[in-house]
């Protein structure tokens, strides 16, 4: 089976024609443009009035303050302070603590862009643009002293969808041997300021490939069926825990591909540019860009076996796992390495 070419969503950098979405200016047909709180924009206005440098420079001073103050100040013992879709869905205090370091920080630099965090309440804003922030990716590996969780900050222009922003730069932050990747819409990706280009394996036979599960039984159940189908036809598979960290693995190099149902906004928004950066493809499946049924990354051509299968295996299809109906009217998906 031959997959459909999806829409490079995260992939092209030569406007007006990459922004996402059916009309000359990234506004889909009948779909407002915009940020929390406020009225449409011309999303080419925004992104070409801004400098990507200076964002990304300062999502890297965001990202990596971060990470230092949980380094720092990390209890001897880290307790779960609240649980989310289920009850497997930890939020610990950490992460409420550096989300409010981090929108403290943004808006002190930053006062007319929108804010959209994992664990708080969305900020309006004026400018066109909204930060995305995931304070730590990978709370559960946090929680268990497992060395794979970073702190992600992006910055979009446009709605904040990852099928229809158009992202402008990002920061990973591996909180524990201190990684950092940063990427910049038309930079480049680097890792610790080295230049990344993803790797382009052989074919699907040889490659190794990353992916991660939900909190909720029966999406693991399905994820389950999909893996089973996946595993025999690839190297091997590694769950790492941080979809932020899988992503940025696959702009470095040492991931193929990646695939994984249930991402949200947060979740993808700095990796996904890192991955496009390196030269990755970041997409969905049927046609669509990445998003909550399901995010695909990794180099052509070899990422489009990888598609089809997973279109073969129905790997985006209908199951109980899901809960809708958060604060902002979003579809959130439980993911067990949230």
């Given at each position: 089976?031959s997959?459909?070419?999806?829409?490079?969503?995260?992939?092209?950098h030569?406007?007006?024609?990459?922004?996402?979405?059916?009309?000359?200016?990234?506004?889909?047909?009948?779909?407002?443009?915009?940020?929390?709180?406020?009225?449409?924009r011309?999303?080419?206005?925004?992104?070409?009035?801004?400098d990507?440098?200076?964002?990304?420079?300062?999502?890297r001073?965001?990202?990596?303050?971060?990470?230092?103050?949980?380094?720092?100040?990390?209890?001897?013992r880290?307790?779960?302070?609240?649980?989310?879709?289920?009850?497997?869905?930890?939020?610990?205090?950490?992460?409420?603590?550096?989300?409010?370091?981090?929108?403290?920080?943004?808006?002190?630099?930053?006062?007319?862009?929108?804010?959209?965090?994992?664990?708080?309440?969305?900020?309006?804003?004026?400018?066109?643009?909204?930060?995305?922030?995931?304070?730590?990716?990978?709370?559960?590996?946090?929680?268990?002293?497992?060395?794979?969780?970073?702190?992600?900050?992006?910055?979009?222009?446009?709605?904040?969808?990852?099928?229809?922003?158009?992202?402008?730069?990002?920061?990973?932050?591996?909180?524990?041997?201190?990684?950092?990747?940063?990427?910049?819409?038309?930079?480049?990706?680097?890792?610790?300021?080295?230049?990344l280009?993803?790797?382009?394996?052989?074919?699907?036979?040889?490659?190794?490939?990353?992916?991660?599960?939900?909190?909720?039984?029966?999406?693991?159940?399905?994820?389950?069926r999909?893996?089973?189908?996946?595993?025999?036809?690839?190297?091997?598979?590694?769950?790492?825990?941080?979809?932020?960290?899988?992503?940025?693995?696959?702009?470095?190099?040492?991931?193929?591909?990646?695939?994984?149902?249930?991402?949200?906004?947060?979740?993808?928004?700095?990796?996904?540019?890192?991955?496009?950066?390196?030269?990755?493809?970041?997409?969905?499946?049927?046609?669509?860009?990445?998003?909550?049924e399901?995010?695909?990354?990794?180099?052509?051509?070899?990422?489009?076996?990888?598609?089809?299968?997973?279109?073969?295996?129905?790997?985006?299809g209908?199951?109980?796992?899901?809960?809708?109906?958060?604060?902002?009217?979003?579809?959130?998906?439980?993911?067990?390495?949230?």
């Amino acid at each position: 089976m031959s997959p459909q070419q999806p829409p490079s969503v995260h992939g092209a950098h030569d406007l007006p024609h990459d922004l996402p979405g059916g009309q000359p200016d990234g506004q889909p047909d009948g779909q407002p443009d915009g940020q929390p709180g406020e009225a449409p924009r011309d999303v080419r206005a925004v992104v070409e009035g801004v400098d990507v440098d200076a964002l990304r420079d300062l999502a890297r001073r965001l990202a990596t303050e971060a990470g230092e103050h949980v380094r720092t100040n990390g209890p001897e013992r880290v307790e779960v302070a609240a649980t989310k879709s289920t009850a497997v869905d930890p939020v610990t205090q950490m992460d409420r603590t550096v989300e409010e370091l981090l929108r403290s920080r943004i808006a002190t630099a930053r006062p007319d862009d929108a804010i959209l965090g994992e664990e708080g309440d969305d900020v309006p804003g004026s400018s066109g643009l909204t930060w995305v922030l995931d304070p730590i990716d990978g709370t559960v590996n946090y929680l268990y002293g497992i060395a794979a969780y970073a702190v992600s900050v992006a910055v979009v222009a446009g709605p904040v969808d990852p099928e229809r922003w158009t992202p402008l730069a990002g920061c990973v932050h591996a909180v524990v041997d201190g990684s950092t990747w940063t990427a910049a819409r038309g930079r480049g990706a680097e890792r610790d300021g080295r230049a990344l280009r993803a790797n382009v394996p052989a074919d699907l036979a040889t490659s190794l490939v990353g992916t991660g599960f939900g909190y909720a039984a029966e999406r693991r159940a399905e994820q389950g069926r999909v893996l089973a189908r996946v595993l025999p036809r690839v190297r091997d598979v590694r769950r790492i825990g941080s979809a932020a960290i899988d992503l940025c693995r696959v702009a470095d190099g040492s991931l193929d591909l990646y695939y994984e149902r249930g991402l949200n906004p947060w979740d993808q928004a700095a990796g996904a540019l890192v991955a496009v950066e390196a030269g990755a493809f970041v997409g969905g499946l049927r046609g669509r860009g990445p998003g909550v049924e399901m995010t695909v990354a990794g180099a052509e051509p070899v990422v489009r076996d990888l598609v089809a299968l997973l279109e073969e295996c129905d790997a985006d299809g209908a199951d109980d796992g899901v809960r809708s109906g958060a604060p902002r009217g979003d579809e959130v998906s439980p993911r067990a390495d949230a």
